[in-house]
């Protein structure tokens, strides 16, 4: 019956706490930060959770897609207001374990309660939102070259589904539903040499 929170556990990523400065999205963009990569620690226990068939009480996109994760299957926290919390709503306490292997993350959701029924979790893509390209002008001169500032990518509309399948029934639920922006493609004019 517990509720296990990400922040309440893992506390504020500062420089006195041992983190280091690393890309964190911030309003869309990349910036440096410390703690940056703790989403991928909490989108990888989102998903032991998820898995494990743990209730999920609070859960946030990011802003765009994270390349680490299926889309709709992202767990974004900042401290200290956006957090994934889940609950225990097994009949058995719950023991999070978590590891580095090499260069892979492992969470694993251990409990004394075998379930008589398996877990799938699926994202089902509803729409692709093309991205737009956005013309920078420079300075008008002679010759003139482009340069891509930034390469943009697609938004998504994505329904994240979990199925509860025992050897008597199964039963689908919807868990998220989520829309990601495209990123638009900006190209910059700039005056030849």
Known sequence: GATFSFLKAVGPWTADMGYEKAPVSYDGELVESW?????????????????????????????????YAPVGRDAAVAYNDIDLRFRNNLPAPVRIIGEIKGENMVIRALSTHDPAYSVK?????????????????????????????????????????????????????LVSEDRYPAMNRVVRIDPGQ
């Not at 891509?148 to 689908?172: D, E, K, L």
């Open 35 to 67: 703690g940056g990569g703790v989403c991928q620690t909490s989108t990888t226990l989102y998903n032991a959770a998820l898995l494990a068939g743990l209730e999920i009480v609070e859960r946030h996109r990011h802003h765009w897609p994270a390349r």
């Open 121 to 173: 979790v699926e994202s089902d893509t509803r729409s692709v939102i093309l991205p737009s390209e956005v013309i920078q002008q420079g300075d008008i001169g002679g010759s003139r070259r482009l340069k891509v500032i930034n390469r943009g990518h697609p938004g998504f509309q994505v329904a994240t589904y979990r199925t509860f399948t025992s050897p008597h029934s199964t039963r689908r639920e």
